[in-house]
């Protein structure tokens, strides 16, 4: 029987334990965040100068946000600890913040949208080649994990949200998602609502 603390598995001990960088049969903090620690957020950082197989979801040979995006069922289907799925969704919610000021919201919105028509590995968090309305798609239902009119991306659907999308409402333009358009298509009206 396993603790709260340890990963539970069915798995023979040659195959890796998602999540268990360390390979010690725990998924812990230690496994999941930080830099320069061979954690999986380091591991996916390093943009594949560094691998580990535990960190490698997919099995493709390369650790890159579809492993990240992954992890999370990964986590849940190993019996991880909640301490472990917390520190999981801060390197989710790191992972969301693209413009560097340390919190995941509306303002990596706009900075997605600063970067359409690029390609920077930071912004594209969809991994198509091309930053665009997909990538602020993956922001919110991936990275927060959020409904599409969450636009302060709190993850939770309230009157803010409400006012968002009515401030937004006819305005003429390039609207953006955090402007109220759930949709994605550039336009907020009554589709959004």
């Known amino acids: 029987m396993c603790s709260v603390f340890q990963v539970c598995s069915r798995r ?3 195959v890796p334990v998602f999540g268990d960088l360390d390979a010690d049969g725990m998924v812990d903090r ?3 965040e930080g830099s320069n620690n061979h954690s999986f957020e380091d591991t996916l950082y390093s943009q594949n100068e560094k691998f580990n197989a535990a960190a490698d979801v997919n099995g493709d040979g390369r650790v890159t946000n579809t492993d990240l995006f992954s992890l999370g069922v990964e986590l849940a289907s190993e019996g991880a600890s909640q301490a472990a799925f917390d520190s999981y969704d801060g390197v989710l919610l790191r992972r ?3 413009d560097q000021d340390g919190i995941t919201n509306g303002n990596d919105v706009a900075a997605l949208h600063a ?3 690029g390609s920077g590995w ?3 968090l969809n991994e198509d ?3 665009d309305s997909m990538d602020v798609e993956s922001l919110i239902t991936q990275v927060v994990r959020t409904e599409q009119s969450d636009f302060d991306l709190d993850r939770d659907i309230d009157g803010a949200d409400f006012l968002t999308w009515q401030r937004g409402l006819g305005v003429v333009g390039e609207i953006r998602y955090d402007q109220g358009d759930a949709n994605l ?3 907020v ?3 959004d609502l």
Request: proline residues 4%; aromatic residues 4%.
């Open 12 to 14: 023979p001990a040659s």
């Open 30 to 32: 230690d496994d999941l």
């Open 96 to 98: 969301g913040d693209i």
């Open 115 to 117: 970067s359409f028509g």
């Open 122 to 124: 930071l912004q594209d």
């Open 129 to 131: 080649g091309m930053v």
């Open 185 to 187: 298509n550039g336009v």
């Open 189 to 191: 009206n009554e589709n």
